[in-house]
């Protein structure tokens, strides 16, 4: 058996091991750098749009404040035809009667000027998802877009479709 037959080959393959683990390592920390300079701009980003839906919000108020000038349509409220077609004792312009639409959820609207079911079922999915959006990441997973068709129902007092579509609701989405 000849000798350099057997080494050389054994030689080659530990060098090529060793470069092999040497590189991994580097390349693995500068993976390591990258990802932590990625996050670092991904939760800048997100603190600027929470920033900016904030001014969106705040903007968007002021205008409809400015655009109050016209009187809206007020359609009376009965509560004895709410609490029978929904079972409970239902309150005016409770906005919490919402199917997902909870008291935390229900104080972040308020704060924002969305106090009634009329405001409620005038506002655009994307205001609404933009004040959960402002309000933090507990509440930016939520899906609001049912909440303004659901508020108009209650709003025009059609209680009964109201809770047939809430019935086939999973946490307000469809």
């Known amino acids: 058996m000849n000798v350099p037959y057997v080494v050389i080959p054994i030689a080659l393959g ?3 091991g060793i470069l092999g683990y040497i590189l991994g ?25 929470r920033s900016l ?5 705040k ?3 002021e205008l409809a404040i400015k655009n ?4 809206p349509t007020i359609i009376p409220f009965e509560a004895s035809l709410a609490s029978d077609a929904l079972g409970k004792k239902i309150k005016e312009n409770d906005l919490k009667i919402v199917e997902g639409i909870g008291p935390k959820i229900e104080s972040l609207f308020v704060k924002a000027g969305i106090k009634t079911w009329q ?10 998802q933009s004040i959960l959006d402002a309000g933090g990441e507990n509440y930016a997973m939520h899906n609001p877009s049912t909440w303004a068709r659901q508020a108009l129902m209650a709003y025009q007092g059609k209680w009964k479709e109201l809770k047939d ?10």
């Open 68 to 71: 109050k000038t016209i009187a």
């Open 165 to 174: 579509w809430q019935d086939s609701l999973l946490g307000g989405k469809e």
């Open 14 to 16: 530990v060098i090529c």
């Open 59 to 61: 903007l968007e108020t």
């Open 25 to 49: 390592k580097i390349n693995f920390k500068n993976d390591n750098l990258l990802s932590a300079s990625l996050q670092s701009d991904l939760d800048a980003c997100k603190v600027h749009t």
């Open 53 to 57: 839906n904030a001014k969106i919000l």
């Open 119 to 128: 405001n409620l079922s005038q506002a655009s999915t994307e205001k609404l």
